[in-house]
């Protein structure tokens, strides 16, 4: 059975780094056809992708908040790791992760199949 | 940067067919999935790779494109389809995932 699961801080202070760790179970993050997605949803708004990371290590982020975003992953704590820096207000929303399923193992078609439940992150002095 | 556009909301009764687009230019060449989402839970993968349905999705939904427009529809509509639904595609040109906004689907 897979699953993923958010943990890391539900309130941050303006201007602070917010950590995220999906922590994920049921794969692996070394199988070349998956990978692992942060997305975002402010409340009531819709969903907005963050960056994702691949088994290769490849690694693509919104350009919208590439400065302030870092994925990375430790395969042997199957563990994927997002930070984003200076937060602020705007940014409070809940941060979900995904499992990345690629069609083939070169990853240029995939889609998000298995969510984490997401943790409500505010962002408030 | 790419934009994907749905319409903000659809309402279809009971027992009829409900059809949510997605449109986008050049969308057939890339591959389109859906998303269900219902209130204060996380979003379930309902179409892939345009046409393809998950194991455990009724196969009332299917996912169909024409076009610059996706579509997902949904037969024999249920009160337990009632939710929001997202399409999304990878933009291999800009590297970026790209969401629709989002329909809101109301069975009456």
């Known amino acids: 059975q897979v699953t993923l699961k958010e943990s890391g801080p539900v309130l941050v202070k303006p201007t602070e780094t917010l950590t995220l760790t999906c922590t994920v179970s049921?794969?692996?993050?070394?199988?070349?056809?998956?990978?692992v997605t942060w997305i975002r949803q402010p409340p009531g708004k819709a969903l907005e992708w963050l960056a994702h990371?691949?088994?290769?290590?490849?690694?693509y982020s919104s350009t919208s908040l590439k400065s302030r975003l870092t994925i990375s992953k430790d395969a042997s704590k199957s563990q994927v790791v997002l930070t984003m820096t200076n937060m602020d207000p705007v940014d409070t929303a809940t941060y979900l992760c995904?499992?990345?399923?690629?069609?083939?193992?070169?990853?240029?078609?995939?889609?998000?199949?298995?969510w984490g439940q997401g943790i409500l992150v505010t962002v408030s002095s | 940067s790419y934009v994907l556009t749905q319409p903000p909301s659809v309402s279809v009764a009971p027992g009829k067919t409900a059809t949510i687009t997605c449109g986008g230019d050049?969308?057939?060449?890339?591959?389109v999935d859906w998303y269900q989402q219902k209130p204060g839970q996380a979003p379930v993968l309902v179409i892939y790779?345009?046409?393809d349905r998950p194991s455990g999705i009724p196969e009332r939904f299917s996912g169909s494109k024409s076009g610059n427009t996706a579509t997902l529809t949904i037969s024999r509509v249920e009160a337990g389809d009632e939710a929001d639904y997202y399409c999304?595609?990878?933009?291999?040109?800009?590297?970026?995932?790209?969401f629709g906004g989002g329909t809101k689907l109301t069975v009456l």
């Open positions: 995904a499992r990345i399923l690629c069609y083939t193992t070169s990853c240029n078609m995939f889609w998000f199949d298995s």
């Open positions: 049921g794969f692996s993050l070394s199988n070349a056809r998956m990978g």
């Open positions: 990371i691949f088994s290769n290590d490849e690694k």
């Open positions: 050049n969308i057939g060449r890339k591959g």
């Open positions: 790779y345009d046409t």
């Open positions: 999304q595609v990878w933009d291999s040109r800009s590297d970026h995932v790209v």
